[in-house]
């Protein structure tokens, strides 16, 4: 691997929910087994102390499969699909419970394994990590094949590694190999191992970018990155078709976030329609209470208190734009903070439609339990 330039390796658990049940069921490897029902999905331990499991054919109702293993995934058995289509495609299957509480313990078990060898390490999820492996150029193949071990000695599972120069490439090629996959690219090899490979493989184009890149005939990054720029800015909008442009010659420039203090909390939703201001008034300020009910909630429970208020919205052709005000007194109030938040949004251009509403608050600072701002003074006075 080069010595210059950057080294990221992204990390994703083998089939995680799936293979965590089987560390509990080992009979069922080598099986089709679904992960996604409710508890009375579990399986019946008999007298004997066999096991009795339920079956897909026999399943009734609107789940869905969370995850599946390889062999179920061959009979095209996947995530997100409804447990009754699953029951058809492969009705011997079996069918096990969701049990978060065993995926978080797993979940902590494999990044404290890696963080004993390298520990910058950026969470993505309950089974993804990024790894920075800036520090181990010289030996980053022998490092990423030691994570896989402390992984495995800590777990029991399996994880596939991509090791790329940055976060897009490495998380691309982590689902190359799986399973049990080591996956390593320089940018070199971008234009023979990346761009043959379909758009939807790059994180941030959704069933929906890629639908309509397909209308453009575009599939492949190859296609992506032959487009012209004037066709992809007509379709997509100026700052999305430049981001488009950019991941389809490899280019990402994100760093690793190790974790840190919170210095804001956010929550953002995308609407299932378009949304105007002035139309469809009534139902974005309800979404806008809710989004600002939910930051005030992630406030107290983080115990902080933040002091500017922004808001962000997306418009139809994915611009974006921001506005924030910062308010005299720290506040974790819903209601202070939707006032401030709807402040900001009298200062947006609201002649078009949006797409996404998100609302933000910074400057956060530890809750003084003592100091009572004096919007909570009146309120409670008045209740
Ligand atoms: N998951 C979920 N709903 C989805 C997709 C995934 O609840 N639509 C859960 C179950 C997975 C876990 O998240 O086990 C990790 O997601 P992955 O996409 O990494 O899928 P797997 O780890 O199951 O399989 P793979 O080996 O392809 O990574
Ligand atoms: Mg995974």
């Not at 293979?19 to 508890?39: D, K, N």
């Not at 030996?139 to 399996?158: C, F, N, P, Y």
């Not at 959704?206 to 800015?233: F, R, S």
């Not at 600002?292 to 418009?315: F, P, Q, S």
Request: charged share 25%; glycine share 8%.
């Amino acid at each position: 691997m080069s010595s210059h330039g950057s080294l990221i390796a992204h990390l994703d658990m083998d089939a995680f929910y799936a293979s965590v049940e089987l560390l509990r069921y080992p009979e069922l490897r080598g099986q089709p087994v679904v992960i996604g029902g409710g508890s009375d999905a579990a399986p019946i331990v008999q007298p004997d102390g066999t096991r009795v499991y339920k079956r897909l054919r026999d399943y009734v109702g609107r789940g869905v499969v969370t995850t599946s293993t390889y062999e179920a995934r061959a009979l095209g058995v996947f995530s997100a699909m409804g447990i009754m289509k699953a029951a058809r495609l492969a009705p011997d299957a079996v069918l096990l419970p969701t049990d978060f509480t065993a995926y978080r313990h797993y979940s902590g078990l494999f990044k404290s394994a890696v963080a004993t060898i390298a520990p910058e390490i950026e969470n993505r999820g309950i089974d993804e990590i990024y790894i920075d492996l800036n520090a181990y150029k010289d030996d980053a193949q022998g490092i990423a094949r030691r994570i896989k071990q402390a992984v495995h000695e800590a777990t029991g599972l399996s994880c596939s590694i991509g090791l790329a120069p940055n976060k897009l490439l490495a998380k691309i090629c982590s689902d190359l190999e799986k399973p049990n996959g080591l996956t390593i690219l320089t940018a070199a090899e971008i234009p023979t191992r990346i761009w043959p490979l379909s758009v939807k493989k790059i994180n941030g184009i959704g069933p929906k970018a890629a639908a309509k890149l397909a209308t453009l005939n575009i599939h492949t990054i190859a296609e992506l990155a032959a487009c012209d720029a004037g066709v992809l800015q007509e379709n997509f909008g100026r700052s999305y078709s430049a981001w488009l442009m950019r991941v389809a010659q490899g280019i990402d420039e994100r760093q690793i976030v190790t974790y840190s203090e919170p210095k804001s909390v956010s929550r953002e939703t995308t609407f299932e329609r378009d949304l105007h201001a002035r139309q469809d008034r009534a139902e974005l300020s309800a979404l806008f209470t809710h989004l600002c009910e939910r930051v005030a909630g992630d406030l107290v429970r983080k115990n902080v208190v933040g002091r500017t208020v922004g808001i962000k919205l997306r418009y139809t052709d994915f611009s974006i734009v921001t506005r924030d005000s910062t308010l005299e007194w720290p506040t974790d109030d819903p209601i202070a903070i939707r006032q401030a938040a709807g402040e900001c949004l009298r200062r947006v251009p609201l002649d078009r439609r949006f797409r996404l509403l998100g609302v933000r608050i910074g400057s956060l600072s530890p809750k003084d339990a003592t100091a009572m701002r004096p919007a909570e003074q009146q309120r409670l006075f008045e209740s």
